[in-house]
Nanobody, 116 residues
Framework: QVQLVESGGGLVQAGGSLRLSCAPSGIIFSRDVMGWYRQAPGKQRELVAEILSGGSTNYADSVKGRFTIFADNGKNMYLQMNSLKVEDTAVYYC???????????WGKGTLVTVSS
């Protein structure tokens, strides 16, 4: 079993920055994929950024150049969000996808609110 705990959300003005953190517990394999998703009110959950096996990263077009995803040796994962926009307002979820089974694990989410 894997448990994921997010932190770092909050209220910020447009143009500001926030850093989200995800602390996983349980067994994580090197080929598992970890990422951040978000869900805005009335919208579907969408991929924000992910770290693929081998360390390469993938970003949604809407956040390229503004957000950076990275992880440390302890497998904690972070999302540095700069130049935030009102449309970035959403609940942000940490995700782990098991490479062997395709099973998804989710955190409970952390709310990011960007005011104009």
């Amino acid at each position: 079993q894997v448990q994921l705990v997010e932190s770092g959300g909050g209220l910020v003005q447009a143009g500001g920055s926030l850093r989200l953190s995800c602390a996983p517990s349980g067994i994580i394999f090197s080929r598992d994929v970890m990422g951040w998703y978000r869900q805005a009110p009335g919208k579907q959950r969408e991929l924000v950024a992910e770290i693929l096996s081998g360390g390469s990263t993938n970003y949604a077009d809407s956040v390229k150049g503004r957000f950076t995803i990275f992880a440390d040796n302890g497998k904690n994962m972070y999302l540095q969000m700069n130049s935030l926009k009102v449309e970035d307002t959403a609940v942000y979820y940490c995700n782990l996808r098991r490479a062997t089974t395709g099973m998804d694990y989710w955190g409970k989410g952390t709310l990011v609110t960007v005011s104009s």
